[in-house]
């Protein structure tokens, strides 16, 4: 049952790169921007007091995205306040002079003329784009990798969206995204960054801080500890990376225990970390992983020094890790709160739900340094995105434990 994990430093002792882009001033500026949209709520902060004490931990908090902005999953923070802030940049404004209302206003329309955001996806990202490019009256151009859900491309051309799913791999399909944001009137909004571009991609990272926020508050209000330990799943890196410098930056030297959490097949983040040269290193061979939102083959450059200097480990894990977290989530213990989550989604929490309870990886836990103290935060990134495969997973019991 323990084969298939993998674990890795991040620590280097080269100097630390800036996350300053990451802070709380730029995080409440995000959640102000996102604030100004009429279908924004805090998504749930979720207690299983229950199941922490079956695995014999203090807390774990599961932080619910399927509830976000009715597109059932997160992505949507990134890609909206990266083309908030390339709109506030055309108007010569700041972000924070820049509300929904506005943006949405005949005047800003006038001003913009017709745009096309494009981008590639393996769905999330591509739907929060074609969304708020669609709320914005705007076009979008979405090109997704083979072998994505046909589901999650109807739910892109829902938006109104030119979306379509190609014969590449992902990352091949971020090439063909930019050589169509090469048009006129096109914006490319990636989540990867490359020489040259850097700055949308960093838009994108501060995007997601509004988590950051949310969790924050939602402790505060409820009278609960910080966490002790913060596991964050990864494709290119973009989301782990803006969670570990926000959290970096509010906490200091009592930052959580940061661990990355990535697919056996496309582990290109643990791959970096393990390597320890400096270079970045691929997965150049097929990514076939049920964690579809996390088949991504290259790393972002931006993301990956943040979690090289802040983040503690890199851990890669099979398949069924990430099936058992959605089994788990499904179907709670009487007393804890039901989550609906993906196969990426549930990924880092199912990979911990094995490290926790087989005594054949007690090692890896101590390495966490995970005892009965421990406070545990998730973030479940996405709901059934794949209806069909998770009910596969969850009635069938496809890609059983053992």
Same mark, same amino acid.
């Given at each position: 049952m323990n084969e298939g994990f993998y674990l890795a430093s991040c620590r280097t002792n080269s100097p630390k790169s800036d996350i300053s882009f990451l802070d709380e001033q730029t995080a409440r500026s995000a959640e102000q921007f996102h604030r100004s949209f009429p279908q924004y709520t805090p998504t749930p902060l979720v207690t299983l007091d229950h199941l922490a004490k079956l695995f014999g931990v203090e807390k774990i908090y599961v932080k619910d995205e399927s509830k976000r902005? $009715?597109?059932? !999953? *997160?992505?949507?923070? %990134?890609? #909206?306040?990266?083309?908030? &802030?390339?709109?506030? +940049? &055309?108007?010569?404004?700041?972000? $924070? +002079?820049? #509300? *929904?209302?506005a943006m949405t206003s005949p005047e800003v329309r006038a001003q913009l003329g017709e745009l096309?955001?494009?981008?590639?996806?393996?769905?999330?990202?591509? &739907? %929060?784009?074609?969304?708020?490019?669609?709320?914005?009256? +705007?076009?979008?151009?979405?090109?997704?990798?083979?072998?994505?859900?046909?589901?999650?491309? +109807?739910?892109? &051309? !829902?938006? %109104?969206?030119?979306?379509s799913i190609t014969d590449l791999v992902y990352d091949d399909t971020v090439r063909l995204a930019r050589k169509r944001a090469e048009e006129p009137n096109c914006v490319l909004v990636q989540d990867t960054s490359w020489d040259g571009y850097t700055e949308v991609p960093s838009w994108i990272l501060q995007g997601y801080l509004t988590m950051g926020q949310e969790i924050v508050h939602a402790l505060k209000e409820s009278g609960q500890p910080m966490p002790t330990h913060l596991f964050l799943q990864a494709g290119v890196g973009s989301m782990p990376a803006a969670m570990t410098g926000y959290f970096a930056n509010l906490c200091g030297q009592q930052k959580p225990i940061i661990t990355i959490v990535e697919p056996n097949r496309a582990d290109c983040i643990f791959r970096t970390a393990k390597a320890a040269d400096g270079k970045l290193h691929f997965v150049t061979e097929e990514m076939r992983t049920i964690m579809a939102g996390l088949a991504c083959g290259e790393p972002c450059p931006i993301a990956w020094e943040v979690i090289r200097d802040y983040a503690d480990f890199c851990l890669s894990i099979p398949d069924y890790a990430a099936a058992r977290g959605i089994r788990i989530l499904a179907n709670p213990m009487e007393g804890d709160g039901r989550i609906i989550s993906g196969e990426s989604g549930a990924s880092a929490f199912g990979g911990m739900s094995v490290i926790l309870s087989d005594p054949q990886l007690c090692a890896l836990k101590e390495q966490l340094h995970i005892d009965e103290h421990s406070r545990l935060l998730f973030i479940s990134t996405e709901g059934a995105t794949d209806r069909e495969n998770w009910q596969h997973i969850v009635w069938d019991g496809k890609y059983p434990s053992c």
């Open positions: 902005f $009715d597109l059932n !999953a *997160f992505k949507v923070l %990134g890609g #909206s306040f990266a083309i908030g &802030r390339y709109i506030a +940049q &055309r108007l010569g404004k700041n972000i $924070d +002079q820049l #509300s *929904f209302a096309t955001f494009v981008t590639a996806t393996d769905g999330n990202h591509g &739907r %929060g784009v074609a969304w708020t490019a669609n709320k914005l009256g +705007q076009k979008s151009v979405v090109y997704m990798p083979r072998g994505s859900a046909p589901e999650r491309l +109807q739910n892109i &051309r !829902a938006l %109104g969206s030119d979306a």
